[in-house]
């Protein structure tokens, strides 16, 4: 993989769901991480750049990611989008069409004859269900919009002390408008709005 990647633990995420009457912070984290999945999903803010070496006889390759990403989606490869299933007509790529096959891998076509030749391929991911740090970009750029999600679910506990369906709604009704703002965000390329740091939270 290309990128540097910096995470941060989700422990920086829990300030705010700790002040809720009974939380746990394992509870917290859990939360979190289901909202982050959740959030990169939906939005596919996070990409990897990926550079694969082909190699004779060989039509399906690995990505090669962090062990806590899962791929969401292939967005291009050599500066092409990337089909979801195998093509009748599409870019060329070092002289082979390039496809995605679920859950992480590239197929190529026509096999290559030789090794060498090197594919860049860009892929959106999403942390995994058992992961316990996240992106640093979520830290920094949207940390209330996984924040806002994650209370948004706890609201809607009815055995918890907590319970509140107004809240619930509140917050699943910011969640969305920042999942829309996340995704004009990844098609245009830059950041709206105020950025925010912060220190570690008081959990890290």
């Given at each position: ?7 941060v ?31 990169c ?12 070496e082909l ?8 990505l090669?990611l ?15 989008e ?53 992106d ?16 948004s ?31 004009a ?19 890290g």
């Open positions: 993989m290309l990128d540097q990647i910096e995470t633990p989700l422990s920086y995420f829990i300030d705010e769901l700790m002040i809720l009457d009974g939380m746990e912070q394992p509870m917290a984290e859990d939360y979190i991480r289901k909202a982050a999945i959740d959030f999903t939906k939005t596919q803010i996070i990409r990897r750049t990926v550079e694969i190699i004779s006889c060989a039509d399906e390759y690995l090669d962090e062990e806590c990403d899962r791929v969401v989606s292939i967005q291009e490869a050599c500066g092409y990337v089909l979801s299933k195998e093509p009748c007509t599409g870019p060329n790529c070092s002289g082979h069409y390039v496809w995605y096959v679920s859950p992480n891998s590239l197929k190529v076509s026509p096999t290559p004859v030789v090794s060498g030749d090197k594919l860049r391929v860009v892929v959106a991911v999403a942390p995994k269900q058992d992961c316990c740090e996240l640093e970009l979520l830290y920094q750029n949207y940390r209330e919009a996984i924040i806002d999600k994650a209370l679910m706890l609201y809607k506990i009815k055995q918890a002390r907590w319970f509140d369906l107004n809240l619930a709604t509140i917050h699943e009704r910011d969640y969305r408008q920042a999942v829309t703002l996340a995704g965000d990844r098609l245009l390329g830059v950041r709206r709005g105020k950025i925010r740091l912060r220190a570690g939270g008081i959990y």
